[in-house]
T-cell receptor, first 114, second 110 residues
Framework: EAGVTQFPSHSVIEKGQTVTLRCDPISGHDNLYWYRRVMGKEIKFLLH????????ESGMPNNRFLAERTGGTYSTLKVQPAELEDSGVYFCASSPVRGFETQYFGPGTRLLVL | GEDVEQSLFLSVREGDSSVINCTYTDSSSTYLYWYKQEPGAGLQLLTYIFSNMDMKQDQRLTVLLNKKDKHLSLRIADTQTGDSAIYFC??????????FGPGTRLSVLP
């Protein structure tokens, strides 16, 4: 069974540009989460999808961040325009609606905004 | 909101035991987890404990939970160089977003 995958693994962009991160959850997992770790600090929750619906987006820092999960499969997280403080590692995780009570994490996308 | 604390660094000698500690403020989480992040890699689930358990052992790993003191620990027996990584404790439950600690960087010295 394939794990959670994320693309790209690394992204270097200039301040003011747009970046789109993609997450493919484990097949059949309805729950999809985005987290980020900025500047070596805590891993912080961003938002949670159940299928295509946003269950909780209380962690989204501002309106420069837009997450979508069309069709309830993969998800994208777009940052527009990117700022220096957006640099960090963005993790995606998924979990089934029923079953083992944990979240399976992807390898993360390392974003550097210059 | 939930506040989760960890020591940032820990150094041990190869073959010794490592104990990584985590304290938290909100005891409503159903599960408590330990994740490992190796350099350049994602988060790997090491082990977890249900909130009504005191201890869980899994090969070289022992998790202890003291609910009264809101203290979680991870003991790694016979620590090896391959155990060098950042260890995150996390609190959560089914369908809940996880709250992570800042991570403890474990360095294993030869």
């Amino acid at each position: 069974e394939a794990g959670v995958t994320q693309f790209p693994s690394h992204s270097v962009i200039e301040k003011g540009q747009t970046v789109t991160l993609r997450c493919d959850p484990i097949s059949g997992h309805d729950n999809l989460y985005w987290y980020r770790r900025v500047m070596g600090k805590e891993i912080k929750f961003l938002l949670h999808f159940v299928k295509e619906s946003k269950q909780d987006e209380s962690g989204m820092p501002n309106n420069r961040f837009l997450a979508e999960r069309t069709g309830g499969t993969y998800s994208t997280l777009k940052v527009q325009p990117a700022e220096l403080e957006d640099s960090g590692v963005y993790f995606c995780a998924s979990s089934p609606v029923r079953g083992f009570e944990t979240q399976y994490f992807g390898p993360g996308t390392r974003l550097l905004v210059l | 909101g939930e506040d989760v604390e960890q020591s940032l660094f820990l150094s041990v000698r190869e073959g010794d035991s490592s104990v990584i500690n985590c304290t938290y403020t909100d005891s409503s989480s159903t599960y408590l987890y330990w994740y490992k992040q190796e350099p350049g890699a994602g988060l790997q689930l090491l082990t977890y404990i249900f909130s009504n358990m005191d201890m869980k052992q899994d090969q070289r790993l022992t998790v202890l939970l003291n609910k009264k003191d809101k203290h979680l620990s991870l003991r790694i027996a016979d620590t090896q160089t391959g155990d060098s990584a950042i260890y995150f404790c996390a609190l959560g439950g089914h369908g809940q977003n996880f709250v992570f600690g800042p991570g403890t960087r474990l360095s294993v010295l030869p």
